[in-house]
């Protein structure tokens, strides 16, 4: 979706009167030739807002919020659920969890991998799908189901349809926010320490059970990589 040059420029006018172009790409790390074709082109990126945010030491939440397209993060954020918590540790900190719960003489305390990991995308949206997730975010949005797959598997979302997903499945709006890399939990509202907290509540035996779908998930992707990389290689080598 992106956000209106116009609307940006007002928002920008309004946060930092006085600061040049330059001074707030020199600031935020934005490329100024980057901003400046986002402008021509009349849409601005949501990361350069969220850069800009950063280094205007303002919560790129809230900044994004002021857009009427991001009217859904406007007011007290939404508590996640516990399954989207868990959806946002790494595959190997369950399995750290799991050795920790059946051996005393494992470390029982190590810090959480940092959101986003590999499949956090894909697991935030298996953790709030509810069987219909998809074919309502792709009667809601238009995005053809293959393409909503696409994202999935390469780990990504554009805001404009995290911000869709979540609607559809009654959560939070900032989640898949979160689980794309755009902005961070601290800055989405989620409590500190949530995700730990949700890991201790959850049960041995659900632990035990998801690490070991994780784990299957990832064999299937390691598999797919290696078929992969078999056929590059017959390719290469029949082209001498």
């Not at 330059?22 to 969220?50: F, H, I, N, P, W």
């Not at 991001?70 to 790494?90: K, N």
Request: aromatic share 4%; net charge negative.
């Amino acid at each position: 979706m992106s956000l209106p040059s116009k609307a940006f420029q007002r928002w920008l006018h309004g946060v930092a009167p006085g600061v040049s172009t330059s001074d707030v790409c020199r600031a935020s790390g934005v490329k100024r030739t980057t901003l400046a074709q986002q402008m021509v082109r009349g849409k601005v990126a949501e990361s350069s807002l969220v850069l800009i945010s950063r280094a205007l030491e303002l919560n790129p939440v809230s900044a994004l919020a002021s857009f009427d397209s991001y009217a859904d993060l406007r007011g007290t954020p939404v508590a996640p659920t516990d399954a989207e918590l868990i959806s946002q540790i790494a595959s190997m900190d369950l399995l750290r969890a799991v050795i920790a719960r059946n051996d005393p003489g494992a470390p029982q305390l190590f810090e959480l991998a940092a959101v986003p990991h590999e499949t956090s995308v894909r697991n935030w949206v298996e953790a709030i799908d509810d069987g219909e997730l998809r074919h309502r975010v792709s009667h809601a949005t238009g995005i053809a189901p293959q393409n909503f797959s696409a994202h999935l598997t390469a780990n990504r979302m554009p805001p404009e349809l995290a911000i869709a997903t979540a609607r559809e499945a009654g959560v939070g709006p900032a989640g898949g926010l979160i689980a794309s890399g755009l902005v961070s939990e601290e800055e989405a509202g989620w409590p500190i320490g949530a995700r730990r907290a949700a890991l201790d509540r959850l049960g041995t035996a659900d632990l035990v059970s998801l690490a070991g779908d994780r784990l299957q998930a990832l064999g299937k992707s390691l598999h797919r990589q290696e078929h992969e990389r078999d056929r590059t290689e017959r390719i290469w080598e029949n082209l001498g």
